[in-house]
C-alpha cells in the first residue's frame, strides 16, 4: 500500500506572482463568484412568505415585487462574497480534493490580490445596498458577511472544528430566512421555534453532505488532509449527527405548528419523505448531494419536495378546524 502524502499542493502552483503573469481569464472570475450556487437563497423565500402572512398581507404592488427581487440580488451577493473568500482559503486544500483540484485558484487562473479585491468589493457593496433596504435586513446581512469570516478564516474557522463546522456553515439558512423576513415585515420578530427548525432542518442536510465527502474519498487520512474536521469524525459519527439534527428539526417543527398552525400536522408523512429520500442519496456511491448546486437534476428527489412545499403552502392559508378540537388539550377524565 503507497504512502498517502498530506502535503497540500505546491504554493507556487497558485501564488499571485506566478498567475499575474497568465492571461486574464473572466471567465474564472465568475466561477469563483458562483453564480450558479444563487438557486440557494430559495431559502430566503420562506421568510417573505411568512414575513407577510404574519404582517396578514400577501398582494404586493409592482414597487413590493421590485424591493424583494433587490433584496434578492443583495442576497445572492453578500453570498458570493462568502464563496470567494471560501475559494480564497481553501484553494490549497481543494487541490487534494479529486474534483475540486480543477476549480480556478488551485488550477492557478486566478491572481489572489484580484481574488482579495473581488471579495471586499461583494461585500462592501451588500452592505451598502442592504442599507437602503432598512434595518434589520442590514444587520442580518452583516450576520451573512461576519458568517462567512467565522467559518472561513483563521484563527477562528470553525469549518475545521467537528461538528461546529456543519452548525456554523448551515446557520446561513435561519440567517436567509429573516433575511426573508425583514424584507418584508419589520414590526416583529420570527418565533424562535421556527427559525431553530430552519436552522436544524439546514444541519441535518449539511450533516449529509460531509457524510457523502467522506464515503466518496474513502480514506481517512486523505479525508483529513483535504477537510481538517474529518479527522474527529467517522461514518458513524456523521450517520448518528444527521439522525440527530433531523430529530431536533422535527421536535422545533412539532412546538411551532403546535402552538401556531395546527393545519401543518398533516405535512409530516410529506416532510418525512423528503428527509428520508434525502438520507437515501446522502448513503449513494458518489453522491449528489456532494453537489447541492446540481440537486435540481434529481427529478425524484425535486417532485418530492415541490409536493411537500404545495401542501405546507396550502396548509398556512386554509383553515381545518376540525384539527385543532381533536388535538386541543383536554383536563384528565375525573369520574
Sequence with gaps: MSKVSLKPMVETDYTPSIISKRKFDIRAYISIVRPDHWFKNVFVLPG????????????????????????LLIVCLTASSNYVINEIVDSKYDALHPVKKNRPIPAGKVNLHYAYTLWIVLLVISLLLAWTINFRFMVATALLVVQGIVYNISPIRTKDVAYLDVLSESVNNPIRFLLGWFLVNTDVLPTL???????????????????????????????????????????????????????LFSFFWGIFLIRYRIELILSLPFIALVISYYLNL?????????????????????????????VILI?????????????????????
Design 193 to 247: 421555534s421556527l427559525v431553530l427548525a430552519y436552522w436544524m432542518l439546514g444541519a441535518f442536510f449539511m450533516a449529509c453532505k460531509r457524510y457523502a465527502e467522506y464515503l466518496m474519498i474513502n480514506d481517512h487520512p486523505k479525508a483529513v488532509a483535504y477537510r481538517k474536521s474529518f479527522k474527529n469524525y467517522s461514518d458513524k459519527k456523521l450517520l448518528m449527527t444527521m439522525t440527530y439534527y433531523a430529530c
Design 48 to 71: 417573505i412568505f411568512l414575513g407577510a402572512l404574519t404582517f396578514d398581507k400577501l398582494h404586493y404592488d409592482a414597487f413590493e415585487v421590485s424591493r424583494i427581487l433587490f433584496g
Design 282 to 310: 446522502s448513503l449513494q456511491p458518489d453522491s449528489p448531494v456532494q453537489t447541492p448546486e446540481n440537486l435540481y437534476k434529481e427529478k425524484k428527489l425535486m417532485g418530492i419536495l415541490t409536493l411537500c412545499l404545495a
Design 315 to 335: 396548509l398556512f392559508l386554509v383553515d381545518v378546524p376540525q384539527l385543532r378540537e381533536l388535538f386541543s388539550p383536554t383536563p384528565p377524565y375525573s369520574p
